[in-house]
């Protein structure tokens, strides 16, 4: 019983010491400057400000590396890691974002 209790008591300060869930990252789409993806895997965001991000595809977009693409907008102006969806012209694909992560060194982006 002490060792179920004292589990318990792990799992509840681990839990509390890390949020659940963080907000999602979002980028406003008239931020967006360019995309770019080589292998439907990434896709390179470079934005306004001179930021560039890379977001790692939920699933492979193999149909990205060939056409342009059209986002589903729903709501406000932006798009949002894990969240927002966008379909590749000409096949009608559909891809998903995943998690946003900064690009340190922006020659490795080009």
């Known amino acids: 019983m ?21 907000a999602p990252v979002c980028l406003r789409t008239r931020d967006i400057v360019s995309t770019d993806s080589k292998d439907g895997k990434l896709m390179t965001f470079k934005m306004r400000d001179g930021r560039v991000l890379v977001n790692h595809l939920q699933g492979i977009c193999t149909d990205l590396r060939f ?17 927002q969806s ?23 982006a080009r």
């Open 67 to 83: 056409n342009g693409f059209v986002w589903t907008i729903r709501g406000p102006e932006e798009v949002c890691e894990r969240q």
């Open 2 to 22: 002490k060792t179920i209790v004292a589990t318990l008591l792990l799992v509840a300060a681990a839990s509390a010491a890390s949020p659940a869930s963080a």
């Open 86 to 108: 966008f379909r590749v012209l000409q096949s009608g694909q559909i891809c998903t974002l995943g998690k946003f992560d900064p690009v340190k060194d922006k020659r490795a």
